[in-house]
Nanobody, 113 residues
Framework: QVQLVESGGGLVQPGGSLTLSCLVSTSTFSINAVAWYRQAPGKQRELVAVITNGGSTNYANSVKGRFTISRDNAKKTVYLQMNNLKPEDTAVYYC???????WGQGTQVTVSS
């Protein structure tokens, strides 16, 4: 049973934008915090942004002011709006709730000219 489905990645030029979506197919979505993570080649997975059930948000310093996390409880979906993308944002992006579910496949984001 697939519970986490990420989508929306792609190839974008530096300075461009993308919006990622994360469908969380659980009955407790509305009461869980959900976070976006990313893993670049050869690096550990890192936390990018988190949103609580109440809508409070927190971001990694590297993406503050450029990325925005949001959620739609009716659609059981969390979004990551990414603006002014940089080559160092290139990674596979994953989402997960708190507490963690088995990880999904992620979605590849490549920032390159």
């Amino acid at each position: 049973q697939v519970q986490l489905v990420e989508s929306g990645g792609g190839l974008v030029q530096p300075g461009g934008s993308l919006t990622l979506s994360c469908l969380v197919s659980t009955s407790t979505f509305s009461i869980n915090a959900v976070a976006w993570y990313r893993q670049a080649p050869g690096k550990q997975r890192e936390l990018v942004a988190v949103i609580t059930n109440g809508g409070s948000t927190n971001y990694a310093n590297s993406v503050k002011g450029r990325f925005t996390i949001s959620r739609d409880n009716a659609k059981k979906t969390v979004y990551l709006q990414m603006n002014n993308l940089k080559p160092e944002d290139t990674a596979v992006y994953y989402c997960n709730r708190v507490p963690w579910l088995p990880w999904g496949q992620g979605t590849q984001v490549t920032v390159s000219s």
